[in-house]
C-alpha cells in the first residue's frame, strides 16, 4: 500500500511562498536599520519637545560651539557622597549640559569629575585660591550619614580647559532672599550661560577696550582700581582725559565709555564728542550722583549734601533721564565704622546703621540683572524718565518695598541713627535705581550750533547707540580696607564681610551693550518650577498606585490573550 505526498509542484510553491512571506519582513526590518544608522552618523539632529524648550541652545551658543577649533574638557567639581537631592539635580543637569555642548561643537568636549578636597596637601591651598581666582568658593552643605548629619565641603563650580590653558566658573548662584529651590532653579536656568562664558574666555583671549573718562573729579575713591580689578583678563581700561580728545574718531574705538562720579562741568566740546560717540552706535555708562557731600565732615556736626550741578544733566535729558537732585535712604542698610572710644590704646571702631548704604535685591527680568545677586548701592540719587521718542527705557534695580527719598539741601549726620529707624517713615518702594536705554537717539545738538572747533563736521541729529545710567557713582567703586586704608576687590564690603554682585553686574553689562544678542542673551532662559501638590499627592496616592501598576498588567493580559486567540483561529483554519 503506497503513501501519496501530494502535487510535489505545489507544496515547493508553498514553501517559497512561506519563506518569502517572512524573509521579507526581516530583510525590511534590516535594512531599516542600517539607513538609521547611517543616518544617525552622518545627521544630528535633536527634538526638543519641552514647553519652556529646556534642552534647546540659543543660536549665540551654537554660534560658540561651531568655532571651537580644539578639543576642550569641562571638570565638575560639585561631587561628594549622598549629596542632597537638590545638589544632585544640579551635578546632573551640569553633566546633560556638557554633553548638549558636545552634540553641537566642532571638537570633542569631553567631561569628568574632580574633587578639589582630593589635591595632596601641598598643593591643596594653592589649588583652592586658584579656584577663588576663578570665583568658585567652597559651601558648607549638611549631608545625611549613618552616623547622623554631618558638615561636608563642596565646590559648585566647573573648570574647563584645553591642552595648555584652564578657566573657571561658579556654577550654583542666586538672588538673596530665594528659597533653596528657586536657587538651585535659577542655577540650572543660567548653566548654559555661564559655561559658554567660560569656553569663550578660553577659545578668545584677546581684550576689548573700555574708556573711563577722566579730569571731572571722576574715581575720587580707589582711582579706578574696582573696575581694573573687576575686569581683568577680559577687558583693557583706558583712563580718557576729554581735554586730549579731539575728534570723535578719538572715543569710537572704545567698545563702551564710563563716566564715574563726575564732580565739575563738561564743557559744550566735550558734550559734543560724548553727543556724537553714542549718535553712531557708541555706550555710554554714566554713574553719577545728584548730590555733593564732604564725607570728612560727618564726624563733627554733620555735612551738608547739596545738589550737585552737571551739564550732564541737559546730555541725558534729552537721552530721556534725569538724575533727580535728592538722597535715598532705604531699610534694607548695611552700616559704616564710627570711633567708639578705646580699648587700652587701641582706637576701636564699631559699626552704625547707614541707611544711606543699602543693598537692591529686586532685578527686572533682564539679560543684564535676572538671577543677580544683591547690589551695593553708597549715596544714590533717585532717577526719572523724561519724553524722549524712539527710546525705549528699561528699569533694571529697584529698592526695597521701605525706602524714602530726602530732598536736598539735607543734613547728613551720623547722629541721626543712633536711634533705629522708624518704619513708618519709609513708605516709598521699588525706586529705580539703574535704567538702560535703548533705540534711537536724537542728539543734543539738534538744530543747534556746534563748538567752534567742529563747524566743519557732519553732525549726526540721530543714532541707535546704548545708554545706562546710575544715580550712584560707588557702585563701580572699591570701599577701603580698615586696617591699612588699601581698596578692596569690587563689591567686597569690609563691614558686612560679606562680597555683593557689583562684579558681576558690571561684567553682565559690558556683555550686553557690546553684545546683545550674543551669550548674554542665554540668560533669558526660563525653566518652570512644578512641585508636587502634597495635598492632593496624600489623597489620591492608592488611586495612582493602582493605576499605575494594575494597568500595565491588565493590559498585558488582554493583550496576550487577545494574541494566543488569534494564533489558535489561524492554526485551527490551516489544519
Given amino acids: 500500500m503506497g503513501i501519496s505526498w501530494g502535487n510535489g509542484l505545489d507544496f515547493e510553491e508553498e514553501m517559497n511562498q512561506l519563506l518569502s512571506h517572512r524573509l521579507f519582513p526581516l530583510t525590511a526590518l534590516l535594512l531599516g536599520i542600517l539607513v538609521f544608522a547611517g543616518l544617525a552618523l552622518t545627521v544630528r539632529f535633536r527634538i526638543d519637545l519641552t514647553e519652556e524648550k529646556r534642552y534647546s541652545l540659543h543660536p549665540s551658543t551654537l554660534k560658540l560651539l561651531e568655532g571651537i577649533d580644539r578639543p576642550l574638557h569641562v571638570d565638575i567639581?560639585?561631587?561628594?557622597?549622598?549629596?542632597?537631592?537638590?545638589?544632585?539635580?544640579?551635578?546632573?543637569?551640569?553633566?546633560?549640559?556638557?554633553?548638549?555642548?558636545?552634540?553641537?561643537?566642532?571638537?570633542?568636549?569631553?567631561?569628568?569629575?574632580?574633587?578639589?578636597?582630593?589635591?595632596?596637601?601641598?598643593?591643596?591651598?594653592?589649588?583652592?585660591?586658584?579656584?577663588?581666582?576663578?570665583?568658585?568658593?567652597?559651601?558648607?552643605?549638611?549631608?545625611?550619614?549613618?552616623?547622623?548629619?554631618?558638615?561636608?565641603?563642596?565646590?559648585?563650580?566647573?573648570?574647563?580647559?584645553?591642552?595648555?590653558?584652564?578657566?573657571?566658573?561658579?556654577?550654583?548662584?542666586?538672588?538673596?532672599?530665594m528659597s533653596a529651590e528657586q536657587t538651585l532653579n535659577a542655577s540650572i536656568e543660567n548653566l548654559e550661560f555661564e559655561l559658554s562664558q567660560a569656553i569663550q574666555k578660553l577659545l578668545y583671549p584677546q581684550k576689548t577696550a573700555l574708556a573711563m573718562i577722566i579730569g571731572h573729579g571722576e574715581l575720587a575713591e580707589d582711582d579706578g582700581f574696582g573696575m581694573v580689578e573687576a575686569l581683568n583678563g577680559r577687558y583693557e581700561l583706558f583712563k580718557v582725559p576729554m581735554e586730549q580728545a579731539k575728534k570723535v574718531e578719538d572715543l569710537s574705538s572704545f567698545a563702551a565709555v564710563f563716566i564715574l562720579g563726575p564732580d565739575s562741568t563738561f564743557s559744550d566740546r566735550e558734550l559734543f564728542l560724548l553727543d556724537q560717540y553714542v549718535m553712531g552706535g557708541g555706550n555710554l555708562v554714566v554713574a553719577a550722583e545728584g548730590s555733593s557731600l564732604d564725607l570728612s565732615q560727618l564726624a563733627g556736626d554733620g555735612a551738608l549734601a547739596l545738589p550737585q550741578e552737571n551739564s550732564l544733566d541737559r546730555l541725558l535729558f534729552r537721552y530721556g533721564i534725569r538724575v533727580n537732585k535728592d538722597l535715598i535712604q532705604d531699610l534694607n542698610f548695611g552700616v559704616i565704622p564710627v570711633m567708639g572710644g578705646n580699648f587700652g590704646n587701641q582706637e576701636q571702631l564699631v559699626p552704625l546703621p547707614w541707611p544711606y548704604h543699602f543693598q537692591a535685591g529686586r532685578m527686572y527680568s533682564h539679560p543684564i540683572t535676572k538671577g543677580l545677586d544683591q547690589v551695593n548701592f553708597r549715596y544714590s540719587s533717585s532717577l526719572d524718565t523724561v519724553k524722549a521718542d524712539g527710546v525705549k527705557k528699561t528699569p533694571l534695580l529697584f529698592s526695597s518695598d521701605r525706602s524714602r527719598i530726602l530732598s536736598l539741601p539735607h543734613l547728613v549726620s551720623l547722629t541721626a541713627f543712633q536711634e533705629p529707624p522708624l518704619e513708618s517713615e519709609f513708605a516709598l518702594q521699588n525706586l529705580p535705581l539703574a535704567y538702560l536705554l535703548e533705540g534711537e537717539f536724537t542728539s543734543l545738538f539738534k538744530n543747534r550750533f556746534v563748538p567752534e572747533e567742529f563747524a566743519g563736521i557732519t553732525v549726526k541729529n540721530s543714532g541707535k547707540g546704548k545708554v545706562l545710567v546710575l544715580g550712584d557713582a560707588s557702585v563701580f567703586q572699591s570701599q577701603i580696607k580698615l586696617s591699612d586704608q588699601e581698596p578692596l576687590p569690587l563689591g567686597e564690603d569690609p563691614m558686612a564681610q560679606t562680597t555683593y554682585a557689583n562684579k558681576q553686574f558690571l561684567e553682565n553689562i559690558l556683555q550686553y551693550l557690546t553684545d546683545p544678542e550674543g551669550i548674554i542673551a542665554t540668560r533669558t532662559k526660563v525653566l518652570q518650577i512644578r512641585p508636587l501638590n502634597k495635598v492632593k499627592v496624600a489623597e489620591e496616592k492608592q488611586m495612582w498606585q493602582l493605576i499605575n501598576l494594575g494597568i500595565p498588567v491588565l493590559f498585558l493580559g488582554l493583550m496576550g490573550g487577545l494574541i494566543g486567540l488569534l494564533r489558535v483561529k489561524r492554526f485551527s483554519r490551516k489544519g
Avoid: C, H, W
Avoid at 582630593?118 to 549638611?142: M, Q, W
Fill in 77 to 177: 567639581l560639585l561631587t561628594g557622597e549622598q549629596l542632597p537631592g537638590g545638589m544632585r539635580r544640579l551635578q546632573k543637569s551640569i553633566e546633560e549640559t556638557v554633553r548638549t555642548f558636545n552634540a553641537y561643537s566642532a571638537e570633542n568636549i569631553t567631561v569628568s569629575y574632580f574633587d578639589p578636597l582630593e589635591v595632596t596637601d601641598s598643593l591643596k591651598e594653592e589649588f583652592i585660591y586658584t579656584l577663588a581666582d576663578y570665583g568658585i568658593r567652597p559651601t558648607n552643605l549638611f549631608v545625611n550619614k549613618a552616623t547622623g548629619q554631618q558638615e561636608q565641603l563642596i565646590f559648585p563650580g566647573i573648570l574647563v580647559s584645553d591642552d595648555t590653558y584652564e578657566t573657571g566658573a561658579l556654577i550654583l548662584k542666586g538672588e538673596r532672599g
